[in-house]
């Protein structure tokens, strides 16, 4: 999973480099999730928010939003998909990823035919 979140967290910076934002002094974004303050899932993207201004030499501040503060699952997607939120941290049923795209459909059935057959 660290390995995960370290290789999302280098195309992500990559993709901010290599953006037309290139010319501002400093790049905000901001990261939301439903999840409490004390929930893995924060602490996860705290970690991650610090391992992008770490990285980017201070560059790109990230702030973490809890709790849905920036709106439902469906709302923080459609807000990535329209170019108003740069990070979303969805877990959650299979339907609603299919908003982002339908082929995630049957990726949420192998995770869920996977941890069927491996537990």
Do not use: N
């Not at 740069?86 to 949420?108: C, D, K, N, Q, Y």
Request: proline letters at 5%; charged letters at 15%.
């Amino acid at each position: 999973m660290k390995k995960l979140t370290v290789f999302l967290a280098g195309i992500l910076i990559l993709g901010f480099i290599c953006s037309p934002i290139w010319a501002a002094d400093v790049i905000r974004m901001r990261f939301g999730h439903v999840a409490p303050p004390m929930h893995a899932q924060h602490k996860a993207s705290e970690y991650f928010a610090q391992y992008v201004e770490k990285e980017s030499g201070g560059r790109i501040k990230c702030s973490t939003h809890p709790k849905g503060q920036l709106g439902s699952h469906i709302q923080m997607l459609e807000a990535l998909q329209v170019g108003t939120l740069e990070v979303v941290s969805v877990a959650g049923p299979a339907h609603i990823l299919t908003r982002v795209h339908p082929v995630m459909i049957w990726f949420g059935y192998w995770l869920a035919q996977r941890e069927l057959w491996h537990s």
